[in-house]
């Protein structure tokens, strides 16, 4: 992660702009004085620094819950603020700024918050779901250039991998998008995917939990996919190939395709790996045998007026509030001033929440970076926020 570490502290004049990047306001944690957040903006992308306590130093790094991709947006942030404010600095790994990662953000890397599936190319559409080293991702999209395909993995590494390969091979049938697989399929419309691959995901054998295959995926991604489309799944373990058979089994009806240790169209480098060791490979396909009914849903996520950072910070609840099926927790609050401020909050599903930030700021509220993914869940959880914010009772 890119950082530098500071002997001391001086709270800038802000706004202040320089080579593209904007430095918006500070905003002070209210429990804890030495930590704080600055809001920033370059090349457009809006994200937070943090800083924090480091023994007896202090460490100004990208605030994880808004750092963008690519890390070089981070880097030049961190740099222009070097050379802008000119603090004392005693570590920085940020030199090489222009280094081999993208120099820009890539048009193939979308949000999952803003997704519109309205912008999908009309043409049959495949998803990878971690995607990895992204042999298998980029392979596909330049065999099928009459196919449109979108990786997911929340991996950065991984991501700007292949966002780096898409730009080198000049790729444009291939988005790639920082998010949960479980919940993303959520946005998609029923009947638009031809195929699914999910390919030697982490088997979780502590946590199954965390497994993206699940009763809840399976019904999501039947729901996605068209009929004859299907879901592909590839691994080396013994206990996840079981469980994904019961998952995979308990539908009414259900048409499966096994094979065992047959050659892959393109191997990962895990899996060479895996074969020299002799361990079998799993490969099922689970097809689609119905027309789903249509889903094209949109949720309100916006406030009314708020309450000042203040007045919130002295209503804020001891506790999460649970219910059935989402929560809300009001974690960290900061102030920009006596009005204005930020508010870290976690939400939505209980195995996949939603970390963010709402920015009281002019008599307005907004979730910040960008509003939640539009999902029933979190649009449940948005109302209890919302409610909250406006009223604080």
């Known amino acids: 992660m890119p950082h530098i570490r500071l002997e001391s502290f001086k709270e800038p004049a802000l706004p202040f702009e320089a080579d593209g990047v904007s430095f918006e306001w500070f905003a002070k944690n209210l429990e804890h004085e030495k930590e704080g957040l600055i809001g920033v903006k370059a090349e457009g992308v809006p994200f937070l620094l943090q800083l924090k306590p480091k023994g007896d130093t202090l460490l100004l790094k990208g605030e994880k819950i808004t750092r963008p991709s690519p890390n070089t947006l981070l880097k030049k942030a961190l740099k222009v603020y070097m050379e802008?404010?000119?603090?004392?600095?005693?570590?920085?790994?940020?030199?090489?700024?222009e280094s081999a990662r993208l120099p820009k953000p890539t048009e193939a890397l979308k949000e999952a918050a803003g997704f519109d599936p309205s912008e999908l190319p009309k043409r049959p559409l495949w998803i990878e779901i971690g995607f990895g080293s992204g042999r298998h991702l980029v392979y596909q999209a330049k065999q099928n250039p009459d196919v449109h395909l979108i990786g997911l993995e929340i991996h950065r590494p991984s991501l700007e991998q292949v966002m780096r390969r898409i730009e080198l091979d000049k790729i444009g049938n291939l988005w790639v998008i920082d998010y949960d697989a479980r919940l993303f399929m959520e946005l998609l419309p029923s009947n638009r995917v031809e195929k699914i691959f999910v390919h030697f995901p982490v088997p979780w054998d502590k946590k199954p939990h965390r497994r993206v295959i699940s009763d809840s995926f399976?019904?999501?991604?039947?729901?996605?996919?068209?009929?004859?489309?299907?879901?592909?799944?590839?691994?080396?373990?013994?206990?996840?190939?079981?469980?994904?058979?019961?998952v995979f089994t308990r539908?009414?009806?259900?048409?499966?395709?096994?094979?065992?240790?047959l050659e892959?169209?393109?191997?990962?480098?895990?899996?060479?790996?895996w074969r020299r060791m002799g361990k079998n490979i799993y490969e099922v396909h689970v097809e689609s045998l119905e027309v789903s009914e249509p889903r094209e849903e949109r949720?309100?996520?916006?406030?009314?007026?708020?309450?000042?950072?203040?007045?919130?910070?002295?209503?804020?609840?001891?506790?999460?509030?649970?219910?059935?099926?989402?929560?809300?927790?009001?974690?960290?609050f900061y102030a920009i001033d006596e009005r204005d401020?930020?508010?870290?909050?976690s939400f939505g599903s209980f195995d996949r929440p939603e970390h963010k930030f709402v920015l009281v700021r002019g008599g307005s509220a907004e979730y910040y970076p960008h509003a939640p993914v539009n999902t029933a869940t979190n649009y449940k959880a948005h109302r209890m926020i919302r409610e909250w914010v406006e009223c604080a009772t």
């Open 84 to 97: 802008s404010f000119a603090p004392k600095v005693l570590f920085s790994n940020i030199a090489n700024v």
């Open 218 to 246: 399976l019904e999501e991604s039947l729901r996605v996919l068209e009929p004859g489309g299907s879901l592909e799944l590839r691994t080396d373990s013994e206990n996840y190939f079981r469980y994904a058979m019961e």
């Open 251 to 261: 539908p009414e009806r259900v048409k499966l395709t096994l094979k065992k240790n």
């Open 264 to 273: 892959a169209a393109v191997r990962s480098k895990y899996e060479d790996r």
């Open 299 to 332: 949720y309100d996520f916006s406030f009314g007026k708020p309450l000042s950072i203040g007045e919130l910070f002295a209503k804020k609840p001891e506790k999460a509030s649970v219910e059935s099926d989402f929560f809300v927790h009001f974690e960290r």
């Open 341 to 345: 401020g930020l508010i870290r909050v």
